[in-house]
């Protein structure tokens, strides 16, 4: 059974640091696509990134780009997501995503079948 499993969330200001984790268990494979996807009150579910776990290559939406790194540990079978100079409009549900890595598609959440729990991070002004 695939199971994605997030954590790290939490509160913070704003200009602060958060780093959320994802791990992944029960694909075949080892290489993977993982993306990271945030959801606020009354807003559609957005990309933040994406990575493959075969060679570590990254995408990250526009309104992240230079703040946040998405990196993978694969002993781990871990992703990460590190968020940094934090604003209150990062403040959502963040959830990560993964599929087999068959190449890069649109990283976007159609793209994924597999999907892990929401970790609230809160960004305060």
């Known amino acids: 059974e695939v199971q994605l499993q997030a954590s790290g969330g939490g509160s913070v200001q704003t200009g602060g640091s958060l780093r959320l984790s994802c791990a992944a268990a029960g694909f075949t494979g080892s290489d993977l696509a993982i993306g990271w996807f945030r959801q606020a009150p009354g807003k559609e579910r957005e990309g933040v990134g994406c990575?493959?776990?075969?060679?570590?290559?990254?995408h990250y939406a526009d309104s992240v780009k230079g703040r946040f790194a998405i990196s993978s540990d694969n002993a781990k079978a871990t992703v990460y997501l590190h968020m940094n100079m934090l604003k209150p409009e990062d403040t959502a549900v963040y959830y990560c995503?993964?599929?087999?890595?068959?190449?890069?598609?649109?990283?976007?959440?159609?793209?994924?079948?597999?999907w892990g729990q929401g970790t609230q991070v809160t960004v305060s002004s």
């Open positions: 990575i493959s776990t075969s060679d570590g290559s990254t």
């Open positions: 995503a993964g599929e087999p890595w068959e190449g890069w598609g649109p990283c976007n959440s159609l793209s994924f079948d597999y």
